[in-house]
T-cell receptor, first 115, second 119 residues
Framework: DSGVTQTPKHLITATGQRVTLRCSPRSGDLSVYWYQQSLDQGLQFLIQYYNGEERAKGNILERFSAQQFPDLHSELNLSSLELGDSALYFC??????????????FGPGTRLTVL | AQKVTQAQTEISVVEKEDVTLDCVYETRDTTYYLFWYKQPPSGELVFLIRRNSFDEQNEISGRYSWNFQKSTSSFNFTITASQVVDSAVYFCALSDPRGTQGGSEKLVFGKGTKLTVNP
């Protein structure tokens, strides 16, 4: 158990809908990362938040957005869903001390199926 | 741009065999970090090891060992006396500082190697 929690574990929805994925980082970790794992694209970085502020953006679609709240949990919002958005979405957290590169610990993932 | 190549898509071995998973990376940075993660059939990503670019010492942890060679840009992973429980997809990853601020750079992952250990 990495200490990172993600809910829900599975999500099935229809095209055009909007969903919210939730992540709670490990105790003491200030940084949260979101990754998408799909069969064709593999594991891809989406976005990072550090202590409530956006720090880095990757290949995140405009239909997707995220935020990190004062209690450090994070939510990833996916809207106008398309079939191609079906994937496993991971949240990871790290201490982010400001130097070097910290290890990112991953949650169990949320499997999103868009029908 | 940062790139990680895991040329072996799938490997199948019989229990107790040794197996090496290859990882080749590309980066122009002089300081970087390399990682290995394991994804068992249950789906979670489990951290195995982190190595920085200044530490080329090989590492052994139980049945696992890692061979980091900057001269060939490789960071290979060997499992000795493999077991059925080692069956998983293994990912090699490289830190990418581009577009991030201070620590905890995003990770660039290889496509993964699916290891099947048969009894």
């Amino acid at each position: 158990d990495s200490g990172v929690t993600q809910t829900p574990k599975h999500l099935i929805t229809a095209t055009g809908q909007r969903v919210t994925l939730r992540c709670s980082p490990r105790s003491g970790d200030l940084s949260v990362y979101w990754y998408q794992q799909s069969l064709d694209q593999g594991l891809q970085f989406l976005i990072q938040y550090y202590n409530g502020e956006e720090r880095a953006k990757g290949n995140i679609l405009e239909r997707f957005s995220a935020q990190q709240f004062p209690d450090l949990h994070s939510e990833l919002n996916l809207s106008s869903l398309e079939l191609g958005d079906s994937a496993l979405y991971f949240c990871a957290s790290s201490v982010a001390r400001g130097w070097g590169t910290d290890t990112q610990y991953f949650g169990p993932g949320t499997r999103l199926t868009v029908l | 741009a940062q790139k990680v190549t895991q040329a072996q898509t799938e490997i199948s071995v019989v229990e107790k065999e040794d197996v090496t998973l290859d990882c080749v990376y590309e980066t122009r940075d002089t300081t970087y970090y390399l990682f290995w993660y394991k994804q068992p059939p249950s789906g979670e990503l489990v951290f195995l090891i982190r190595r920085n670019s200044f530490d080329e010492q090989n590492e052994i942890s139980g049945r696992y060992s890692w061979n980091f060679q900057k001269s060939t840009s490789s960071f290979n992973f060997t499992i000795t006396a493999s077991q059925v429980v080692d069956s998983a997809v293994y990912f090699c990853a490289l830190s990418d500082p581009r577009g991030t601020q201070g620590g905890s750079e995003k990770l660039v992952f290889g496509k993964g190697t699916k290891l099947t250990v048969n009894p």
